[in-house]
T-cell receptor, first 116, second 113 residues
Framework: EPEVTQTPSHQVTQMGQEVILRCVPISNHLYFYWYRQILGQKVEFLVSFYNNEISEKSEIFDDQFSVERPDGSNFTLKIRSTKLEDSAMYFC??????????????FGSGTRLTVV | RKEVEQDPGPFNVPEGATVAFNCTYSNSASQSFFWYRQDCRKEPKLLMSVYSSGNEDGRFTAQLNRASQYISLLIRDSKLSDSATYLCVVKYAGGTSYGKLTFGQGTILTVHP
């Protein structure tokens, strides 16, 4: 079964440092997403990406965050200057179909980001 | 009102029991509905989509009531392996939205021998 691959699985960084979380979506998928889950809380939407641009972003996704698809396979989330409250599990997801279709998304196994 | 609200649980049931989870959503324009399953510190995995006519997948039955903005999941003959957090998920696509998923906080199910 096709998978969404995320690296690293765990990243520890110092407050104020930049981090890049990497994702390889399923190859024929066109829509890409980042979600996050703070420990003990619900999964929250960050950003969606289609046709090489952001199509929607949440209030969480402020100027400290950016996304990029630098080549045909990778999809990255960058946090420019990490804060303690950025500590969370970050999930990448991808979808073959436009949002109106009644299909769920495939999630990667996540990157646990710990900011110290 | 929360966008997606679920029974807080936790539910502790014996093997073989039938258990039901409920969920309500606030955006009446929501278009697609799902139940996801999440094991501890793992990614959400799609359990099943939920259709207006109701649908079944083995021991799992999902129901949707659009008028009441209510979704349910019924698990029959619970197995130990059903122990997980069950996430009610709603998708809205329209206007500038490209179908982001909105998650409930999840209901923890523990099935014991």
């Amino acid at each position: 079964e096709p998978e969404v691959t995320q690296t690293p699985s765990h990243q520890v960084t110092q407050m104020g440092q930049e981090v890049i979380l990497r994702c390889v979506p399923i190859s024929n998928h066109l829509y890409f997403y980042w979600y996050r889950q703070i420990l003990g809380q619900k999964v929250e939407f960050l950003v969606s990406f289609y046709n090489n641009e952001i199509s929607e972003k949440s209030e969480i996704f402020d100027d400290q965050f950016s996304v990029e698809r630098p080549d045909g396979s990778n999809f990255t989330l960058k946090i420019r200057s990490t804060k303690l409250e950025d500590s969370a599990m970050y999930f990448c997801a991808s979808s073959e179909f436009y949002g109106g279709a009644n299909y769920g998304y495939t999630f990667g196994s996540g990157t646990r980001l710990t900011v110290v | 009102r929360k966008e997606v609200e679920q029974d807080p649980g936790p539910f502790n049931v014996p093997e073989g029991a039938t258990v039901a989870f409920n969920c309500t959503y606030s955006n009446s324009a929501s278009q697609s509905f799902f139940w996801y399953r999440q094991d501890c510190r793992k990614e959400p995995k799609l359990l099943m989509s939920v259709y207006s006519s109701g649908n079944e997948d083995g021991r799992f039955t999902a129901q949707l009531n659009r008028a009441s903005q209510y979704i349910s999941l019924l698990i029959r003959d619970s197995k130990l392996s059903d122990s997980a957090t069950y996430l009610c998920v709603v998708k809205y696509a329209g206007g500038t939205s490209y179908g982001k998923l909105t998650f409930g906080q999840g209901t923890i199910l523990t099935v014991h021998p």
